[in-house]
């Protein structure tokens, strides 16, 4: 029951408007009439086209390459629709980027994410809708309402149909210690064991693969992260997986397909069989499409979300079965 009696209005941002529509689409509503240019000198200008005095705003926008013109129209939106009356304001961010700077790895390091999160927050925003966070402490970064969804049950529906449920021929495989719980939790809904790939980061974008934690031999592995970013952690698991532990074949899926710099011809060259991404990125733009990859519409659960957090109905339990 909607108790509020608030209208809804979906908006969004250049970054991934395709994601934004099938959103809309999803929820039988027709997005929000705004539009986000630049002036000469490369300003962000945004112009609301349609009333949002005391409506329940949801703002989509990932905060993906080219990163600092996407959190900056992010902002800025988030500021228009404040100074407009908004009746309450979520920034609905697919894609949170600057997360993996989420502590301080060094001396006089900056901790980005916690920045970012008080830039949302100072512009306006009433709560965030985030999908598989890189790390779940930056929900306590905000002094607003956080909900991170989850994206994994996406690649259980897809894996399931593909090799069953409780197959003693497929494993989960961890690409990182870090990623462990996250991999656990895959693993025991699609029924099968997991192993883990040791491996020693010696500097950004760069990591050496060491040994696999567990026999993997002669399975098919599936290999799930959160992000990838050049490739080289996943494609260098993958090729551990094969080559040292003897697997079978290798499929992976990421939650977030940043894939930067030469990613994509590194999964063209690799052992993966085919890689599985959630749209909260778009493809890159002016890369050539590569058969290996392809994506599953994150769309529906936002949708969800977004219908819940409009209804004031809790979304605690989305993910149970």
Known sequence: MISHGKEIAVFTGNANPALAKDICSSLFINPGNCSITQFADGEC???????????DVFIVQSTCNPVNDSLMELLIMIDAMRRASAGRITAVIPYFGYARQDRKAKSRDPISAKLVANLITTAGADRVLTMDLHAAQIQGFFDIPVDNLLGSHLFVKH???????????????SPDVGSTARARAFSMKLGVNMAIVDKRRERANQSEVMNIIGSVEGKTCIILDDIVDTAGSLCGAAKAIKEIGGAKEVYACVSHGVLSGPAIQRIRESSIEHLLLLDTIPYPKNAEPLDKISYVSAAPVFAEAIRRIYEEVSIANMFDT
Not at 45 to 55: F, L, Q
Not at 159 to 173: H, I, P, R
Request: net charge positive; proline share 4%.
């Open 45 to 55: 200008s945004v112009s609301i086209y349609e009333p949002v005095r005391g409506k």
């Open 159 to 173: 894996f399931t149909k593909m090799f069953g449920k409780g197959n003693e021929d497929v494993m989960v495989v």
